[in-house]
């Protein structure tokens, strides 16, 4: 007998999330340096839906998958896209999406305020290592001298409303869809709720 949350259907939604997230890579809108994608939106509905490891495990696919060549990053794919200044929010998905799933694996009786309030913290991680990332590169391999604020300003000012409204929009996404979707793996692995 498999372990519970191994099945076919669990690592379906962790493939499917990873794609989703690759195909809001191509939803964007140019900004600065940073544009703004609805890449952020699934990220916040893998880690609230599939839990803390199989929502990771579906960005670290979306992750090799793209460094592996697969041009489904905002600029393309592949491992010299470690050298892109963006390349740290990526880094930030797989951080906020299992920070996310750990925060609604402890609670019960989910609510939208629940959602809410883990897509918020899972911004953390996302803009800690965006911001940081952006800031190394700009000063050292990109060789442009930005000051800190300048990448504060351009790599998290600039977006952070967008990605307010997307907190919002996933939390919504995600108390409808949790309702749909009962068989979610996290919730088969804790016996259901």
Do not use: H
């Amino acid at each position: 007998m498999s372990r519970p949350g191994s099945s076919p259907f669990s690592l379906i939604l962790v493939a499917l999330f990873a794609a989703l997230t690759a195909i809001g890579a191509y939803i964007k809108i140019p900004l600065t340096v940073d544009p703004f994608t609805l890449q952020i939106l699934f990220v916040f509905l893998s880690g609230a839906l599939l839990g803390s490891k199989r929502g990771a495990l579906s960005q670290l696919l979306y992750l090799g998958v793209g460094l592996a060549g697969f041009p489904i990053f905002t600029s393309g794919g592949g491992i010299i896209y470690v050298l892109k200044p963006t390349f740290g929010y990526l880094i930030g998905f797989v951080l906020a999406s299992y920070l996310i799933g750990k925060l609604i694996e402890k609670r019960s009786n989910l609510r939208f305020r629940d959602y809410l309030l883990a897509n918020f913290a899972g911004m953390i991680p996302v803009y800690a290592c965006g911001v940081l990332y952006l800031y190394l590169s700009m000063n050292t391999w990109v060789g442009e001298s930005a000051s800190f604020w300048y990448v504060f300003m351009t790599g998290f000012v600039l977006n952070v409303t967008g990605d307010v409204i997307l907190c919002f929009a996933a939390a919504i996404l995600a108390v409808r869809l949790q309702k749909a979707l009962p068989r979610l793996p996290y919730m088969s692995a804790k016996g259901g709720r």
